[in-house]
């Protein structure tokens, strides 16, 4: 019986569009199927078949081209009921952001919503059957709610695919749980770094937003609206400053605490959902930026949404603060912010000047290179294929496991056989 083979169909030398398909003898499993934020998108290739699809978890670079594929084949799509939820409100927003460019749109909201008659829930650590030859079983991967890894059986080898993973506590999640398995696919986002301390983060973060409201500032911060948000507004919930809450983090909250079986604290979080000030239009951003407080918003880099109204109307103003907590991609406001001191409102062709105090704290909801290095002593695995990073940084993990293990950084388009 042949091996059971890895293609990689995108997000093998990158970071988005993840797409792996594992290929046994009749049979095809696709981990992720997502997208590039390019202008225009762009997918994975499509593969010539494919059975099911297991959703690691809701990130557009894993969940952005189903609706995609969708429309040219048939499939089933596994994942957790959260995942689906958040992956749905994350491509329905997709939708409407590529209308607003004016940008070429590749599926629909009614593509979107149709997903829904293909998918099928999981649960963490249940064993479910695939067709013939599958068996796999989801592992919480730690790196939002409902983040999973995957653990794939076929003719007796086990293949765990790690998704995006997290090994360490955080305010809103536990760390990621491993399993033992014959091959791991793991991602590479920061295996060529480590991150700094995150309680000593944390202190620096809260500290410097107290400083920035004792000198009647207000403190700015752009935040990914999944998984991040969430944290931030944990992370501030005794502050003694009012604390706002804007974007599409009010309505993934919202998703999240109907399902608090994911969330490490849910009554913390709840709780300071509950102390927060939503913001729902133009007039509550207008009041808010006149009296010392905190402002958690979307977008995380910046690239759009409440944020820019924010940095248009407080940007100017030294006493202010802009706390990023996230990696800022190049060629993002985010970056340019850091890099040169401005934004760019591109739906009205506008510069934004930036003279409030600019600081980057790193919240990550990766792991790191030592991190990553342990997983692969929890796996045990006698193959490595290192996936969702950049050349520098899957070459840099590379060396550190080839003393010992087998490992492969192979690009988009390559296939692996993964005999053992």
């Not at 820019?308 to 407080?314: F, I, M, P, V």
């Not at 890099?339 to 980057?360: N, S």
Request: one cysteine or more; aromatic letters at 8%.
């Amino acid at each position: 019986m042949p091996s059971p083979t890895l293609t990689l169909l995108g997000g093998a030398n990158e970071v988005g569009k993840s797409g792996y398909l594992l290929s046994a003898e009749s049979e095809a499993l696709l981990f992720d199927y997502g997208l590039q934020m390019t202008e225009p998108l762009t997918f994975p290739e499509v593969p010539e078949k494919v059975d099911s699809i297991i959703l690691s978890h809701a990130h557009l670079d894993h969940s952005g081209g189903l609706p995609y594929l969708r429309k040219r084949k048939y499939f089933a799509v596994y994942g957790l009921d959260v995942t689906f939820d958040v992956a749905r409100l994350l491509l329905h927003d997709s939708v409407k952001v590529n209308e607003l460019k004016k940008l070429h749109q590749y599926y629909s909201d009614g593509d979107v919503d149709r997903l829904e008659e293909c998918e099928i829930s999981l649960k963490y650590g249940k064993e479910r059957k695939l067709g013939e030859e599958f068996k796999v079983t989801l592992f919480d991967a730690g790196h939002i709610p409902g983040s999973s890894g995957v653990l794939a059986e076929v003719d007796d080898k086990k293949i765990f695919y790690s998704g995006d993973t997290k090994s360490e506590d955080t305010f809103l999640l536990s760390r990621a749980d491993y399993p033992k398995a014959d091959v791991l696919i793991s991602e590479s986002t920061y295996g060529d770094r480590l991150h700094p301390d995150r309680d000593e983060t944390v202190s620096e973060f809260i500290n410097t937003i107290e400083d920035t409201c004792d000198r009647g500032g207000v403190a700015i911060i752009p935040s990914f609206a999944v998984g991040r948000s969430q944290e931030i507004l944990m992370m501030l919930d005794s502050l003694p400053y009012p604390v706002y809450l804007d974007g599409m983090s009010k309505s993934v909250i919202k998703i999240f605490l109907n399902y608090p079986e994911y969330l490490r604290d849910p009554d913390l979080l709840q709780k300071a959902a509950n102390n927060a000030k939503w913001v729902y239009n133009s007039r509550t951003r207008r009041e808010a930026v006149k009296e010392p407080c905190v402002i958690v918003t979307t977008a995380g880099m910046l690239t759009g949404g409440p944020v820019l109204d924010y940095l248009s109307r407080a940007g100017k103003n030294p006493k202010n603060s802009v706390l990023l907590v996230g990696y800022q991609v190049e060629g993002t406001n985010g970056r340019r912010l850091l890099e040169e001191g401005y934004v760019i409102d591109e739906l009205i062709d506008k510069r934004i000047p930036v003279k409030a105090q600019v600081h980057f704290f790193d919240f990550s909801a990766h792991s790191d290179q030592n991190d990553l290095v342990e997983m692969a002593g929890e796996v045990s695995p006698k193959k490595i294929v290192l996936v969702h990073g950049q050349d520098e940084s899957r070459q840099a993990l590379a060396e550190k496991l080839s003393e010992r293990y087998e490992v492969y950084t192979p690009k988009n388009g390559e296939k692996i056989d993964l005999d053992i």
